[in-house]
């Protein structure tokens, strides 16, 4: 079975920093590679996608991931954090066969304006 | 939210009480999911379904039941609710070639 780890469980950072999230997944086949970003109170929202290709993919709000397939890692960066970033992010893997998500836990990261 | 409703938003029940939880797209996507959110935990998939009629278990299925009679609606039933199935529940959609998810936005459950 898949899974997926997100080590930073909160982690907060002021304004203008820099951020990466680190998700690891464990998965021996073909896998499509999510972050999903859930503001408070509301749904989740896809931030960025990697199926194959460029390793590094962009999402939305400045947002972009690097996927290395030798680490099993799908790591989330932005260059510059604002305070309405504050929100939990998710990283989620699916398999090909299902085509259902196995999610991480979750980070939950604060920005202090 | 890609289409995607769901009703109720919040409901509180007693134990042993059941419900179901409606799901529908606007759309015709044939794959629909349900997940369960609780803290430190992700998202966690209960059932989903390939298509009009078909149903599947997901990693917590126990205590759900599901049906997708009609392609546009996925239910979410609890025969007899227990406070363990306190959480909040999203349904998902679907879409495209390699089946991006698209969330709608969750039903709050509390069970007493």
């Known amino acids: 079975a898949q899974s997926v780890s997100q080590h930073n469980h909160h982690v907060i950072l002021s304004e203008a920093a820099s951020l990466e999230l680190g998700c690891n997944y464990s998965y021996g086949g073909t896998v499509n590679l999510f972050w999903y970003v859930q503001y408070p109170g509301q749904h989740l929202q896809l931030l960025l996608k990697y199926f194959s290709g460029d390793p590094l993919v962009k999402g939305i709000k400045g947002f972009e991931a690097e996927f290395i397939k030798s680490k099993f890692s799908f790591n989330l960066r932005k260059p510059s954090v604002q305070w309405s970033d504050t929100a939990e992010y998710f990283c989620?893997?699916?398999?090909?066969?299902?085509?259902?998500?196995?999610f991480g836990s979750g980070t939950r990261l604060q920005v202090q304006p | 939210n890609a289409g995607v409703t769901q009703t109720p938003k919040f409901r509180v029940l007693k134990t042993g009480q059941s419900m179901t939880l409606l799901c529908a797209q606007d759309m015709n996507h044939e794959y629909m999911y349900w997940y369960r959110q609780d803290p430190g935990m992700g998202l966690r998939l209960i059932h989903y379904s390939v298509g009009e009629g078909t149903t599947a278990k997901g990693e917590v299925p126990d205590g759900y039941n599901v049906s997708r009679l009609k392609k546009q609606n996925f239910l979410l039933g609890l025969e007899s609710a227990a406070p363990s199935q306190t959480s909040v529940y999203f349904c998902a959609i679907g879409a495209g070639l390699r089946n991006e998810q698209y969330f709608g936005p969750g039903t709050r459950l509390t069970v007493t």
């Open positions: 989620a893997v699916s398999d090909t066969g299902r085509r259902a998500l196995t």
